[in-house]
C-alpha cells in the first residue's frame, strides 16, 4: 500500500500524527514500536518531534525482514563486545 503513485505526498521530516499515518498505526502502537527501538527516535527541532521518512523506511524493512540494509545490531556499539569480530560495524 505504499505505492507513491497512490498516496499522497510524505514529507521527508514528519510530524507524530504524519509518521503514525504513513505507518498506518495508532498513536499507542507508535510510541510502542519507538519506545521498544523497533522505530527510530525523533528529532527534536526547535519545540516539535521529527520522524524521517527514511528512517521510518528502514526500520519497516527490517521488521519485514529485507536485509539488503544492514540490521541494527546494538552489539556492535558495546564495549563489552569490542574485540569480537562478529559484531564489529562494516
Known amino acids: 500500500m505504499r505505492d507513491g503513485d497512490k498516496l499522497p505526498y510524505w514529507p521527508a521530516m514528519m510530524l507524530r ?5 504513513y505507518c498506518d498505526m495508532s498513536e499507542a502502537a ?22 524521517s521518512r527514511k528512517e521510518l523506511d528502514k526500520a519497516i524493512d527490517r521488521l519485514f525482514g529485507d536485509y539488503e540494509i544492514e540490521p541494527y545490531d546494538w552489539r556492535a556499539n558495546s564495549p563489552l563486545y569490542a574485540d569480537d569480530p562478529r559484531y564489529r560495524r562494516k
Do not use: C, N, S
Open 30 to 51: 507508535f510510541l510502542r514500536e519507538v519506545a521498544t527501538g523497533a522505530f527510530p527516535d525523533p528529532v527534536i527541532r526547535g519545540a516539535k518531534r521529527y520522524w
Open 17 to 21: 500524527q504524519t509518521a503514525m499515518a
